[in-house]
């Protein structure tokens, strides 16, 4: 059974940044898209960022060119730890943060974690 952990979420004020992390208990990421959600209060799931087993990556329209997706490592094959690091944090950015594991082969169960928690306050 693979776990996901994330972790950096905190209150931030506005203009402000965060890196979350997502650690997975085994060398997943050569299997899966790793993809990073949030939901707020009231609202739906929303995709946030993804990356793919061959680096390619997605961002949602309203956090393009302030978040940005990356591996701890370029060798996926030992690469545990995915990152979104947020950068000119907005209000609307407050939401609870999970990171799912997405299978590619389709022979695989998808994993995600538990959420962090993102406050985005002055």
């Known amino acids: 059974q693979v776990q996901l952990v994330e972790s950096g979420g905190g209150l931030v004020q506005p203009g402000g940044s965060l890196r979350l992390s997502c650690v997975a208990s085994?060398?997943?990421?050569?299997?899966?898209?790793a993809t990073w959600y949030r939901q707020a209060p009231g609202k739906q799931r929303e995709l946030v960022a993804l990356i793919t087993t061959d680096g390619s990556t997605k961002y949602s329209d309203s956090v393009k060119g302030r978040f940005s997706i990356s591996r701890d490592n370029a060798d996926i094959t030992v690469a545990k730890t995915v990152y979104l690091q947020m950068n000119s944090l907005k209000p609307e950015d407050a939401a609870v943060y999970y990171c799912?594991?997405?299978?590619?082969?389709?022979?695989?169960?998808?994993?995600r974690g538990q959420g962090t928690q993102v406050t985005v306050s002055s």
């Open positions: 085994d060398t997943i990421w050569r299997f899966y898209t």
């Open positions: 799912d594991a997405e299978d590619e082969t389709g022979t695989l169960p998808d994993y």
